[in-house]
């Protein structure tokens, strides 16, 4: 099946700070969706970005479909964003394959 | 919109015990996930329900799990007997066009 690997795993910043996570996947895919997971456990989603690219204020998302990556940037980091951060594919119809997650600490 | 529902929040059982976890998806989404999330197996798809109909359930466990739909707006996860192991936050999700909204999630501890 699917794999989807995510990079780094772990990353610790400073409030302010900019930041890159990476998702990889091993075949084409039809949909990828990046989710927040709070300290709390809450899962929110933040993009849904099969292709291209798109922002939401301090969070921008860029999918290479043909590359076989996503990007998620995070710009001028806040402590609310610590957390999770788990990018979901779709290859087929509808079972979303997520990866390993990369944890951020984001530190006043 | 409220969002996903999901109820309850937290339970605390002890083994051998029947547990019920709740799922109101939002209005208008006709695909509804069940997962599971422990922090050795990460976020596992337990059963996939579109229209109402379980259409993947290859996820589920064991026997002891099951799940239903009986309409549109709700969805229950039953686990009888409980295990220890089955100790995890399940979560509910729903679909619109793609994308997955989650519920708050179902903490279970099973003792």
């Known amino acids: 099946g699917i794999q989807v690997e995510q990079s780094p795993p772990d990353l610790i910043l400073q409030e302010g700070a900019n930041s890159t996570l990476r998702c990889n996947f091993s075949d084409s895919v039809n949909n990828l969706q990046w989710f927040h997971q709070n300290p709390w456990g809450q899962l929110i989603n933040l993009f849904y970005?099969?292709?291209g690219t798109k922002q939401n204020g301090r969070l921008s998302a860029t999918t290479v479909a043909t590359e076989r990556y996503s990007l998620l940037y995070i710009s001028s980091s806040q402590t609310t964003d610590s957390g999770v951060y788990f990018c979901a594919v779709i290859s087929g119809t509808y079972k979303y394959i997520f990866g390993t997650g990369t944890r951020l600490k984001v530190l006043a | 919109d409220a969002g996903v529902i999901q109820s309850p929040r937290h339970e605390v059982t002890e083994m051998g015990q029947e547990v019920t976890l709740r799922c109101k998806p939002i209005s208008g989404h006709n695909s509804l996930f069940w997962y599971r999330q422990t922090m050795m197996r990460g976020l596992e798809l337990l059963i996939y329900f579109n229209n109402n109909v379980p259409i993947d359930d290859s996820g589920m466990p064991e026997d002891r799990f099951s799940a239903k739909m009986p309409n549109a707006s709700f969805s229950t996860l039953k686990i009888q007997p409980s295990e220890p192991r089955d100790s995890a936050v399940y979560f509910c999700a729903s679909i619109n066009q793609g994308t997955q909204y989650f519920g708050p999630g179902t903490r279970l501890l099973v003792l």
């Open positions: 970005i099969p292709s």
